[in-house]
């Protein structure tokens, strides 16, 4: 695929965050943008603010006369009116991750993160180290960045930093030099069946690496992912792994330690991101910026800088004197991280707000939300977020919270995020943290809240 020979674009979800930073890079690149969205959001605001068109709904009447190219993402199914109306007029089409690999290909050292959970956040970390190491990274992540206000940085044509989502195999597509494959965890049952098949397309991806893969060596199986991989594989983690980390410290939930190459002392690492789990994911970051030969005094200050990325552990204010922080979790494993890094902060009580995203999700991993959610001191539950999908009428967000009272743990369901909002006023006090958690529009929750 040649990009040059289209000028004028148009995104199909173009409010998402990924679609939103590749309408933008386009769109400074030259190109022609525009794009359509279900509903306005702070995203589409922005963009109409830099010039490019945003219509809400999807609309057959959405696309221009003189579209060429249409851009949709793995939500956008074969019967949505544009795309509809783009075969019919025999417009070329691409998903978001063909998109991205073509991007790829423009760069000298493309750099992909990949992994069920934590992707966000070591993207993060990465820009971080590469923008202190003044290596002028281009950079597009799942979440705004603070230090470069917006979830994408365009820089020069040597780094490239990208997420790599596994849905629907979408990084098959990619074209990475080197990666990182964080973890591996059942997720997206509408689409993984079997963890043999997760396994197996994590497998075909690494096949793509033209470089090397680090990755952690505490992912089960982890030989199915490397099997065949020609390239250099270097592992982090705990025993055994070529990096691991002495003397961890974890201060009011802040982890500090010292990183270690094949048992050898290499730099201390501090973090102004909460939980253990981030210790990983710095570890991880740590091993690829060495191998790019990045210096440790770049990589330890780029790490300390970073102190999160919009709705990953991100404090919003404060609400009688109790302190609302949001995070994105929306999968048993990330709520688990997210709880016990809040646990470990001193709080007096720890109470989550959570939004289940998704039908498929929440029925096939039930056991495992509800195992999450108990390490919260409280937990109200909102309803299911749809995304992608309709209602099949057999689960429900009061199912959850009805698991977790037979626990023996303190659970409400709010029939609506109005009646939620008024129960947390009477129950918030001083010395608390109330985390609202999910993918959805949960966050709007901590944002009522920290008006008043």
């Not at 830099?50 to 009447?61: L, P």
Request: with cysteine; hydrophobic share 35%.
């Amino acid at each position: 695929m040649d990009l040059k020979k289209y000028k004028n674009i148009h995104f199909i979800g173009i409010g998402g965050i990924s679609m939103s930073a590749l309408a933008e890079i386009l769109n400074t690149r030259g190109y022609n943008v525009q794009g359509s969205d279900f509903q306005t959001s702070d995203m589409t605001e922005h963009l109409k603010s830099v010039g490019i068109n945003v219509f809400f709904g999807h609309d057959e009447k959405n696309i221009s006369d003189v579209t060429d190219l249409i851009v949709y993402n793995a939500a956008i199914g074969e019967d949505n009116p544009e795309r509809q109306e783009g075969k019919r007029r025999g417009i070329d089409e691409i998903d978001r991750a063909e998109l991205i690999g073509w991007l790829m290909k423009e760069y000298d050292c493309p750099v992909s993160i990949a992994g069920t959970h934590g992707k966000t956040t070591t993207s993060s970390m990465i820009a971080e180290i590469l923008m202190a190491a003044e290596a002028d990274p281009t950079v597009s992540i799942g979440g705004i960045l603070p230090s470069i206000h917006s979830n994408y940085r365009l820089g020069s044509n040597k780094y490239i930093v990208l997420e790599t989502c596994e849905y629907r195999d979408s990084f098959l597509k990619f074209n990475p030099a080197c990666a990182i494959i964080l973890n591996i965890d059942r997720d997206h049952t509408d689409y993984f069946k079997t963890m043999e098949q997760m396994y197996a397309s994590f497998n075909t991806f690494v096949k793509k690496i033209t470089d090397f893969l680090v990755i952690n060596n505490e992912i089960p199986n982890m030989d199915k992912i490397t099997e065949g991989f020609k390239g250099k594989v270097i592992t982090y983690g705990k025993e055994g792994a070529n990096w691991t980390f002495e003397d961890l410290q974890m201060v009011k939930g802040f982890g500090k330690y010292t990183a270690c190459l094949n048992g050898e002392k290499v730099m201390e690492v501090e973090l102004s991101v909460p939980g253990r789990h981030n210790v990983y994911n710095s570890l991880g970051a740590v091993a690829l910026c060495i191998e790019l030969g990045i210096s440790p005094k770049a990589i330890h200050d780029g790490l300390k800088k970073f102190a999160g990325t919009g709705r990953r552990f991100e404090k919003k204010g404060e609400y009688k004197g109790a302190v609302v922080v949001d995070d994105y979790a929306h999968h048993p494993t990330e709520i688990a991280a997210t709880l016990s890094a809040a646990k470990e902060m001193g709080y007096d009580r720890v109470i989550a707000v959570f939004q289940p995203h998704t039908y498929t999700r929440t029925k096939d991993l039930f056991d495992g939300f509800a195992d999450a959610l108990s390490l919260a001191d409280e937990t109200y539950l909102i309803d299911i977020y749809a995304a992608r999908e309709k209602d099949p009428g057999n689960i429900h967000s009061s199912q959850l919270s009805h698991k977790l009272r037979a626990m023996g743990k303190v659970s409400r369901y709010s029939e609506s995020f109005n009646a939620c909002i008024e129960s947390l006023k009477s129950d918030l006090k001083e010395g608390d943290l109330l985390l609202t958690i999910g993918a959805g529009t949960v966050f709007k929750i901590a944002d009522e809240l920290v008006k008043n």
